[in-house]
Antibody, heavy 119, light 109 residues
Framework: EVQLVESGGGLVKPGGSLRLSCAAS????????MNWVRQAPGKGLEWVSS????????YYADSVKGRFTISRDNAKNSLYLQMNSLRAEDTAVYYC????????????WGQGTLVTVSS | QSALTQEASVSGTVGQKVTLSCTGN????????VGWYQQISHGAPKTVMF??SLPSGIPDRFSGSKSGTTASLTISGLQPEDEADYYC???????????FGGGTKLTVL
């Protein structure tokens, strides 16, 4: 069974940093691209970042470019999101998601971790 | 302003067939498969369709199609448990980004 479990969320002050993790199991993690997707309170889904299976290709939404860094450790079946210079508008539930390699869309989602940026 | 356009709300009665649409352009829907995601009461999203594939565990009353730059999700035989927010997404090669629609709130009357 595919499982994606996020951790690392919490309350952080504006300008602060946070590192999210996603532990993957039930599939060959090193064979799949992965996404981070977020949802602000009362808003829709927003793509944050993507990383290919071997980390060769990395993409970011304009809203986080230069502040967030996506990475992965295939030996540990883990995905990460380093978030720096956090702003109030980064407050959201952050989801880890697996990408269907042949279709460039998501097939499995984690349960999400809440990040709150507030003084 | 979302890159993909969805109806804000759609409603139907139990047993009815409803169709949700997702409109983009040649850089996204016109070139790539579309994913459809169901979100109930702001819980975690669940994929109900990707491309023409139905994920395991999703009832076959869900089906997907695409024509040009518009994708559609059809639910045949609407059930009360189908009431949710539905989002579409795909890759956009001109933006080098995944793009989402703004979501459709489906109400089962």
């Amino acid at each position: 069974e595919v499982q994606l479990v996020e951790s690392g969320g919490g309350l952080v002050k504006p300008g602060g940093s946070l590192r999210l993790s996603c532990a993957a199991s039930g599939f060959t993690f090193s064979s799949y691209s992965m996404n981070w997707v977020r949802q602000a309170p009362g808003k829709g889904l927003e793509w944050v970042s993507s990383i290919s299976s071997s980390s060769s290709y990395i993409y970011y939404a304009d809203s986080v470019k230069g502040r967030f860094t996506i990475s992965r450790d295939n030996a540990k079946n883990s995905l990460y999101l380093q978030m720096n210079s956090l702003r109030a508008e980064d407050t959201a539930v952050y989801y880890c998601a697996r990408v269907v390699n042949t279709a460039m869309v998501v097939d499995y989602w984690g349960q999400g971790t809440l990040v709150t940026v507030s003084s | 302003q979302s890159a993909l356009t969805q109806e804000a709300s759609v409603s139907g009665t139990v047993g009815q067939k409803v169709t949700l649409s997702c409109t983009g352009n040649s850089n996204n829907i016109g070139s790539y498969a579309v994913g459809w995601y169901q979100q109930i009461s702001h819980g975690a999203p669940k994929t109900v369709m990707f491309g023409n594939s139905l994920p395991s565990g999703i009832p076959d009353r869900f089906s997907g199609s695409k024509s040009g730059t518009t994708a559609s999700l059809t639910i045949s035989g609407l059930q009360p448990e189908d009431e949710a927010d539905y989002y579409c997404s795909t890759w956009d090669y001109s933006l080098s980004a995944h793009v989402f629609g703004g979501g459709t709130k489906l109400t089962v009357l």
